[in-house]
């Protein structure tokens, strides 16, 4: 599997309300379709887009982050028919799902976290932070 296309169709993120007390920031992926790309470029390919969606939950009731995209893959003729097959059964093998999902986190998650910050809310991952007693407070020029 090779990836030759990433790009988003929608993003939008609505803000409910102040991020105050204890705030869940939950995120979820779906891939909503699978189906053979028409691409000319990559005629005698075998070529599929897969329509996904990322959304990102701040509760209770806080904001809703929302993307919608699409990314192509060329594939050999044997993974697009095992790929198709498995979208009808709402099934995807981990050798598909982890790179893909790995792919949408990344890409949608820069996004957000400018999103996140234009509209101060807090990020829904980590930075790394430095503590004063530890190793990394070093000073190392």
């Keep these: 599997m ?6 988003f169709s929608k993003i939008s993120i609505e803000k409910k309300k ?7 920031i939950n995120s979820n992926i779906d891939i909503e379709n699978i189906e053979k790309a028409k691409i000319d ?24 982050l929302e993307f919608k995209g699409s990314i192509i893959i060329l594939v050999s ?15 995807l093998d981990d050798k598909y799902r982890i790179p893909l999902f790995n792919l949408i986190l990344t890409k949608s998650s820069i996004k957000a976290l400018q999103l996140e910050e234009d509209i101060q809310l807090p990020t829904h991952i980590p930075f790394p932070r430095i503590n004063p007693n530890s190793n990394q407070a070093r000073y190392a020029g």
């Design 18 to 24: 102040d991020a105050t007390g204890k705030v869940s």
């Design 2 to 7: 090779q990836v030759v296309g990433f790009n």
């Design 77 to 91: 003729s044997k993974e697009e028919k095992d790929l198709l097959k498995k979208t009808k059964k709402k099934t």
């Design 41 to 64: 470029v990559f005629k005698g390919q075998s070529n599929l887009k897969i329509d996904f969606k990322f959304t990102i939950k701040y509760e209770p009731e806080i904001a809703d």
